[in-house]
C-alpha cells in the first residue's frame, strides 16, 4: 500500500521549526542569547521554554551553518525514506525531552545548538527502519542497524572518556558530546514506544 505523504510534510515541518528559527535567532542576534540557552548545571530551576528555545541559539556563525547542514540532510532522508508521521511525533518529542535528559550531567554550565535534537532524528530514522513490520524490503531494518549502530559508535569514538566538552577548532567553540548521546538515546526510546502499540495490534490481526 501507498505510504500517505502526511509523514514527509510532518517530518520537514519538523525539520523547519528547528531550523527557521534558528537562522533568524542567529540574525537577529550575533552573540547568542543567554535567555533562550539551556543551563543543564541549574537543573529545573529555570524556565521550561529554555527546553526548545536552547536548539535555536548558536555560537557562531559556522556552528549555526554546520548544524542547518546536517538537518537538510536528515529531512531529505527523512523525506525519501517517506517515514510514517508516527517518526515525526518522535522527533518532534525528542526536540525537548533530549535537552531535559542533560539536565543528568550538571558539568555544563549551558547549552546551545542543534546537535542533540539531529542525533535524535538520526536515531529516529534509523529506530523506525528496524520497528516498522510492515516494511517488504528485506535490507530495509538491515540498512536501519547499520544507520544506528554508525551513529552509536560515533557517539562513543568521539568521547570516550566521557568529557563535559570538547573543543572544536573548526567551528571555533567548545561541543557537548553527552548531547549527542542524549538525543541518540531519546530517539530510540521515543521510537520504540510509540511503534510498540502498532506493532501489538499488527500482531493481533494475523491469523
Known sequence: MTQRPFGPLAWTGIALLLG????LALLLHPQPSDAWALHPSAGLHQGPWRFWTCAWVHANPRHLAA?????????GLGWLLRLPPRAALAWGLAWPLT?????LDPRLGSYV???GVLHAGLSVIATSLIAQ?????KWTSTYGWALLLGLLAKCWLENPDWQALLPRPGLDMN?????HWAGALVGIGITLTLSLP???GYSQSRP
Open 20 to 23: 527557521l528559527p534558528a537562522l
Open 67 to 75: 548544524n542547518l547542514a546536517g538537518l537538510a540532510l536528515i529531512a
Open 99 to 103: 535537552h531535559l535528559a542533560l539536565l
Open 113 to 115: 545548538g542543534l546537535s
Open 133 to 137: 513490520p510492515k516494511r517488504t524490503d
Open 175 to 179: 561541543v557537548a558530546p553527552m548531547s
Open 198 to 200: 502498532k506493532r501489538h
